[in-house]
């Protein structure tokens, strides 16, 4: 039996990305690791990482480990098996889901920074009354 190589694995996780649709940043996001991380990997400027293809076995559930790390199998679970496009739909939710999130957060850190703003303000006020 041949070795599998890094490179064999990257085209893997590159033709289910494609097979699902997704842009580059889309798939970076669907996973949770930074898309110039993902994209260094992809272009060869960084060795494949565990961290990727963890990432990404955890994050599609439907993508067959087996495949992508041996060639052995189909690409999905057969449970799994839907159109791309129904693939598509659903990792456009999940997009979704995770730009409402990113957009709560934000609000969160703007409330925060406009806190911090009064309150140095303040200090600033008290320091020259005690001057």
Same mark, same amino acid.
């Given at each position: 039996?041949?070795?599998?190589t890094?490179?064999e #694995?990257?085209?893997?996780?590159?033709?289910f990305?494609?097979?699902?649709?997704?842009?580059?940043?889309? !798939?970076?996001?669907?996973i949770?690791?930074?898309?110039?991380?993902?994209?260094n990997? !992809?272009?060869?400027?960084?060795?494949?990482?565990?961290?990727?293809?963890?990432?990404?076995?955890?994050?599609?559930?439907?993508?067959?480990?087996?495949?992508?790390?041996?060639?052995?199998?189909d690409?999905?679970i057969?449970?799994?098996s839907d159109?791309?496009?129904?693939?598509?739909?659903?990792?456009?939710?999940? #997009?979704?889901?995770? #730009?409402?999130?990113?957009?709560?957060?934000?609000?969160?850190?703007?409330l925060?920074?406009r806190? #911090?703003?009064?309150?140095?303000?303040e200090?600033?006020?008290?320091?020259?009354?005690?001057n």
């Amino acid at each position: 039996m041949a070795n599998v190589t890094k490179d064999e #694995i990257l085209t893997r996780l590159n033709d289910f990305r494609e097979y699902c649709g997704m842009s580059k940043a889309t !798939f970076a996001a669907s996973i949770g690791m930074e898309q110039t991380t993902v994209n260094n990997q !992809f272009l060869g400027k960084r060795s494949l990482s565990l961290d990727l293809v963890l990432s990404t076995l955890n994050a599609f559930s439907e993508l067959s480990g087996e495949w992508l790390l041996r060639d052995r199998g189909d690409m999905l679970i057969s449970k799994y098996s839907d159109t791309p496009e129904a693939m598509q739909l659903k990792y456009s939710e999940r #997009i979704e889901k995770l #730009i409402s999130t990113i957009e709560t957060l934000q609000e969160t850190i703007d409330l925060r920074n406009r806190l #911090i703003e009064s309150l140095q303000s303040e200090v600033e006020q008290l320091k020259k009354q005690v001057n």
